[in-house]
Each structure stands twice: as structure tokens, then as C-alpha cells.
């Protein structure tokens, strides 16, 4: 479990939880099983519905007749839950990072450590790959792409590279895209600058950012009062959705107030300041560096 991915923020974020022991719970990134493992130690009874729509995910799966591991994208929680007779739920975990297995397994292209073909799906029966997007998207969705999933400065240039390359040859794996790129990489910036390139493709290939926005509507839905989300985010264009939709319900952070000036959500804020991993954790994991821990409650 341990080597697929370390949990992050194991204990801040199933605390946040306060977990009934009869209840019914959530965990919509199961990856290695780590927070399912500890929320189904804290339940005596109850049940723990988790989702992963990568099959390699699946291998790890807990023998524990109170977990139902669903093999598909979180975008359709509402569905599944209702699907195995619940009405609502007591709480909902949602550890939004690209599992460290992910990164690690060099043919899966998540990472410009590897020489691998430029794929990117999380899901992969699904049919576009990340070099689908580079050859075949227009300029302007190119444009849009790295500006808005990247926040990439020199999109412009980054995408005439692009389009200029493909017209004599596809790009098509990792090596092929850092040398068609290479020109526009800052320098003693590569790391950083590779990694925007890099979340912009697989929040695309994924539609990550659309399924966490159906998928955080659900949510909300579903919960029970007195019912708890704790969302872990890695970014800042996840946490921006996420930060808005616990303050205002919206994804706009357009705070509406009723006739007596109250603040109309139907949330109430555990944790007004963000919760970050200590020193201790970031020893252990570098890669919870940039995790902030945010929960809710339906009132």
C-alpha cells in the first residue's frame, strides 16, 4: 500500500471527518488505500464506498466486507451511491493528487523523467492520449490549454512550436515533446516549467477540472447535515474551485447573502485556515509539499 502512495495528510484530513462509527462514508481517490484503511478502522459497522478509475488502483483493493471499491470517475458518485441503495451520506474524502504509482510508472507518460509514449489517461479505456491533444488541437485550444490548466508566461511560443513541429512529424512521446520544446524552456526553470506543461496535458486528457466540479455539486447533495467533506488539493486551479465552492456554493466565489446580510452556503467552515503538512510529513514525503487540506460541514 505504502509504495503504490503515501497517504498525505493521513490523520488531519480522516480527524476532519469526525467519523460516526456506524456511518456511511466516502473516499473518492482509493489509490493505494491508505485513507480507506484508516477511515474503515475507525468504523465499527457501517460502509465505505471508494472510487478509482484507474485499474491499476484496483489491485490494492482492502478484503473488508464494509467496502465497496467502484472502478469508475468520481464525476459519478450520485449515481453508484444511489446504485447500492444509500440515500445520502455522512462524509466524503476527496485526496485530489496524481498517485506517486502514476508518476512513477514510466509508460504511463505522467512524468518528463521517462521516455514514454505521451499518454496521460488515468482511465485508459478511454481514447484520447495527451499526444492526441498535441497533434490534433487548433492553435487556439493549444492557447487556452497552457494558459489556463499550465498558467504558462510564454504560451504563445510554446504553442507555435507545436504546431509548426506537427506539420512534418508527430510528437508523440516524451523525448519527441522536450526536444520540440526545448527552445522555450526558462532556463534553470526546466522542472518547474515542465511540470505546468505537463498538469495542463493531464487536467485536459483527464477533464479534471469539470469532474471535480460535478463531483463537488453531488457532494454536497448527498451529505447529510452535520456532514463532513475533506478535500486535499495540490494546485492552485483545483484549490481556487474548491475554496470557492466551501465559502459561496458557487464556483465563482460570488458570496449571495439573504435580506438580513447572512451569508447564504450550505457549509460550514471546520478549518478557516488552511491545513498544510508538517516538517515531520514533508521528511517522510517531498511530494506532500504543496498538498493544502481544506473541510466542511452541511449545515
Excluded: W
Excluded at 2 to 25: F, R
Excluded at 43 to 67: H, M, P, T, V, Y
Excluded at 127 to 142: C, G, Q, R, T, V
Amino acid at each position: 500500500m505504502s509504495e503504490y502512495h503515501i497517504p498525505v495528510l493521513l490523520n488531519e484530513s480522516i480527524d476532519g471527518l469526525n467519523i460516526k462509527k456506524g456511518g456511511v462514508y466516502v473516499d473518492v481517490t482509493f489509490g493505494g488505500g491508505g485513507h480507506s484503511a484508516e477511515i474503515l478502522r475507525r468504523l465499527e459497522g457501517g460502509r465505505l464506498f471508494a472510487f478509482d478509475q484507474d485499474e491499476d488502483a484496483l489491485e490494492n483493493k482492502i478484503q473488508d466486507s464494509r467496502l465497496q471499491l467502484i472502478h469508475h470517475n468520481f464525476r459519478y458518485l450520485s449515481n453508484f451511491i444511489r446504485y447500492h441503495n444509500e440515500e445520502k451520506i455522512d462524509g466524503l474524502l476527496a485526496d485530489l493528487g496524481v498517485s506517486s504509482h502514476e508518476f512513477d510508472e514510466g509508460e504511463r507518460g505522467f512524468s518528463f523523467r521517462f521516455d514514454a509514449d505521451l499518454d496521460m489517461r488515468m482511465n485508459r479505456n478511454i481514447k484520447f492520449k495527451a499526444s492526441d491533444i498535441l497533434n490534433e488541437y487548433s492553435d487556439e485550444d493549444l492557447y487556452y490549454i497552457f494558459r489556463n490548466y499550465g498558467e504558462i508566461k510564454n504560451t504563445g511560443k510554446l504553442v507555435k512550436l507545436i504546431v509548426s513541429h506537427r506539420e512534418e512529424n508527430r510528437i508523440e512521446t516524451t523525448q519527441d515533446f522536450r526536444e520540440v520544446i526545448d527552445s522555450c524552456i526558462p532556463k534553470n526553470k526546466e522542472n518547474r516549467y515542465l511540470a505546468q506543461v505537463y498538469q495542463a496535458l493531464r487536467i485536459e486528457v483527464n477533464s479534471e477540472l469539470d469532474a471535480l466540479k460535478e463531483m463537488l455539486e453531488q457532494a454536497a447533495d448527498l451529505l447529510k447535515k452535520g456532514g463532513r467533506l475533506s478535500v486535499i488539493t495540490y494546485h492552485s486551479l483545483e484549490d481556487r474551485l474548491v475554496k470557492n465552492f466551501f465559502k459561496s456554493g458557487n464556483f465563482e466565489g460570488k458570496v449571495e447573502k439573504d435580506f438580513y446580510g447572512n451569508v447564504q452556503t450550505c457549509f460550514k467552515l471546520i478549518n478557516k485556515k488552511v491545513i498544510t503538512p508538517s516538517e515531520e510529513e514533508l521528511k517522510l514525503n517531498n511530494r506532500a509539499r504543496s498538498a493544502k487540506l481544506r473541510i466542511v460541514e452541511k449545515i
